[in-house]
């Protein structure tokens, strides 16, 4: 995996070729998922898959989010968002609260922010002490190997833009009544800190990236390159998996 600085920001779509490609991998999808969730084919239920998204604020996260979802019944995926966790989630380890939302076999879970929050926000911040981080890279390998070992299809996204671009998207969503709520404080004194959090990035990558659950870095500057490339990756490790559990791809 390389570092952000090499990752090419300049890819795009345009909106019909952005559009096309979208369609084309959201068939592909729908179809992965009713084989997987065991609703066509067999009628066996395949192994759990897990999508986590992590990325700068205004990367795009709920819009790659939403496109992923869209094509699903969503009665066979669920969506869980985590926050700061709540005083009485602390007096436990900070992996305990995630447990609930992963999905069984058959099932599909999406991540909008996960337990990377421990060596990202809650390092730079210092909500968690440096031991504490530190000792969680070892926590969340051995976590994931778990996962990845009883089945589970796990795949890691980092939504990577620009500083420039990134200003850009807060100044319009100041700008926007229905959009305001998306931009607070905290997400402007996280600027401050944009070399901080590339610093924390770049650890998270090289500590927690395995061959089992690598991560992706999506080059998300242009939102139509991002959305595809998100889903096509996911089909990519949804058809890797069920070739693993000798499971028959769909047509």
Not at 38 to 55: D, H, L
Not at 80 to 106: C, I, M, N, Y
Request: aromatic share 10%.
């Amino acid at each position: 995996m390389g570092r952000l600085d090499e990752v090419d920001l300049s890819l795009k779509y345009s909106k019909t070729e952005g559009e096309e490609k979208l369609k084309v991998a959201q068939d592909r999808l729908a179809a992965l998922r009713l084989t997987l969730g065991g609703q066509i084919g067999t009628g066996k239920v395949g192994p759990p898959v897990c999508v986590i998204f992590e990325g700068w604020d205004a990367s795009g996260k709920g819009g790659a989010i939403k496109r992923l979802v869209f094509p699903l019944d969503p009665r066979h995926v669920r969506v869980s968002q985590f926050a700061a966790p709540t005083d009485d989630e602390k007096r436990h380890h900070f992996l305990g609260r995630f447990w609930p939302s992963l999905p069984g076999w058959g099932g599909m879970s999406v991540f909008d922010r996960s337990w990377y929050g421990r060596v990202l926000v809650e390092r730079v911040e210092g909500f968690a002490s440096k031991k504490e981080w530190k000792r969680s890279y070892r926590e969340i390998r051995n976590f994931e190997q778990a996962l990845t070992d009883e089945g589970t299809i796990l795949v890691k996204f980092w939504l990577h833009l620009s500083d420039e671009e990134q200003l850009k998207r807060f100044e319009a969503r100041a700008k926007e009544p229905l959009k305001q709520w998306k931009l607070t404080e905290e997400d402007w004194r996280n600027r401050e800190k944009r070399d901080l959090y590339e610093e924390a990035v770049e650890d998270m990558f090289k500590k927690t990236s395995t061959e089992d659950a690598p991560w992706t870095v999506v080059a998300a500057e242009n939102k139509r390159y991002a959305r595809v490339a998100v889903i096509n990756t996911v089909i990519e490790a949804m058809e890797a998996g069920m070739k693993r559990w000798d499971i028959r791809l769909p047509k």
